[in-house]
């Protein structure tokens, strides 16, 4: 993991108290979305605007990954469509970083973050609330 990543991990679990049950406004900025189960912080998804990265935080060693699930309104459509999806499965306190996704100023796009059990279930034990992002 980068040192890049590590820094961001670690700014997340600095501030769990902070962050519990919050879905950030649309805007074009860093923006999170958080999942607390039983109380619990289990799980992030971060969009940092700046390259349009995200970040795809496993927080709470509860035998699940995490799975982070984003969908894209393409300008004048009026349904979402799936964008990307990405798992982490390597254990509590751990990151995926994604990179590779530039966001369009003219699409509205949605993400929320979710526990599964294994990189191919589709099917999510728990999810949080969808975070709206705006470029």
């Known amino acids: ?3 890049k990543w590590l820094a961001r991990l670690a700014a997340v679990l ?3 108290t902070m962050v519990i049950g919050i879905s950030s406004p649309a805007s074009a900025t860093d923006q999170y979305v958080t999942l607390t189960t039983n109380g619990k912080l289990v799980a992030s998804l971060h969009f940092y605007d700046d390259g349009d990265d995200w ?3 496993d927080l709470e060693a509860d ?3 995490v799975r982070a699930f984003v969908e894209v309104r393409t300008f004048g459509s009026g349904a979402w469509q799936d964008w990307a999806t990405w798992y982490n499965g390597k254990g509590a306190g751990t990151g995926v970083g994604k990179t590779d996704g530039d966001l369009r ?3 509205k796009y949605r993400a929320q973050v979710c526990t599964v059990d294994g990189s ?3 099917t999510p034990v728990a999810c949080s609330a969808w975070m709206s992002i705006q470029e």
Request: glycine share 22%; proline share 6%; aromatic share 6%.
């Open 55 to 57: 970040g795809l935080f």
């Open 120 to 122: 191919g279930d589709r």
């Open 14 to 16: 600095a501030v769990p």
């Open 105 to 107: 100023s003219v699409d």
């Open 63 to 65: 035998g699940h990954g």
């Open 1 to 3: 993991m980068t040192k």
